[in-house]
Structure formats: structure tokens, C-alpha cells
């Protein structure tokens, strides 16, 4: 993970590259060694997703 500390459940987050860069997001679980689960808001719907952890960053 890009990020310097251990992301926790709902913790917002920031996806920094990718057909998602840009949205909104929100840490749910970790999806592997090299993955993570978030949620997205897309349309006013949150909608989870499997992202690359290079993909995301703790939002400061």
C-alpha cells in the first residue's frame, strides 16, 4: 500500500490512478497481500470494489 500506516475499516481514502482515480472511496478490508476492497460513490450509490494497493493513499 502506497500509504504510510495500516488503513482501517471506513477509513476515507484516495485513489490515485486508474478508471477510478478521482472518486470518492472508503477503505473496507484488505483483498489479499497485494489488493484491497473499497467502496466508490458512483451515481449516489456506494458500489465495492477490488483495487491494486498501489491504486490508493490515506487521504491526508
Known amino acids: 500500500m502506497t500509504c504510510e500506516r495500516q488503513l482501517n ?3 476515507a ?3 490515485v490512478n486508474g478508471p477510478f482515480s478521482d472518486l470518492e472511496a472508503v477503505f473496507d ?3 489479499g497481500e ?3 476492497s473499497v ?6 450509490k ?3 470494489v477490488s483495487l491494486d494497493n498501489s491504486q490508493i493513499t490515506s487521504r491526508k
Open 46 to 48: 456506494w458500489a465495492k
Open 9 to 11: 475499516k471506513d477509513y
Open 13 to 15: 481514502i484516495n485513489i
Open 34 to 36: 497485494l489488493r484491497s
Open 29 to 31: 478490508s484488505n483483498d
Open 39 to 44: 467502496l466508490i460513490s458512483i451515481l449516489g
